[in-house]
């Protein structure tokens, strides 16, 4: 396990394990989330965007699922 120390200026230090595992260099951006008592820090994306781009894409189509679900209500008459 890793361990930092918090400077007086709330400064910590990423240990470099960690830094050449993330791809961390000096300049780039972190972010700090905070949930259920946890700190967590991960990379900031570079380019929002374009890094999320196909992240929720999933198999088929929603748009031809939903088309099938209201023929199928339309033909039990609802």
């Known amino acids: 396990m890793n361990t930092s120390t918090v400077s007086a200026k ?11 595992r993330y791809g961390l260099k000096k300049g ?15 990379p900031a994306l570079k380019n929002p965007i374009k890094e999320s781009a ?6 088929g189509s929603l748009i031809k699922a939903l088309t099938e679900s209201r023929r199928e209500e339309a033909g039990r008459g609802k």
């Open 10 to 20: 709330g400064w910590v230090v990423i240990p470099a394990e960690l830094r050449q």
């Open 28 to 42: 780039d951006k972190v972010r700090f989330v905070e949930y259920g008592g946890v700190i967590a820090i991960m």
């Open 54 to 59: 196909g992240m929720l894409k999933g198999k």
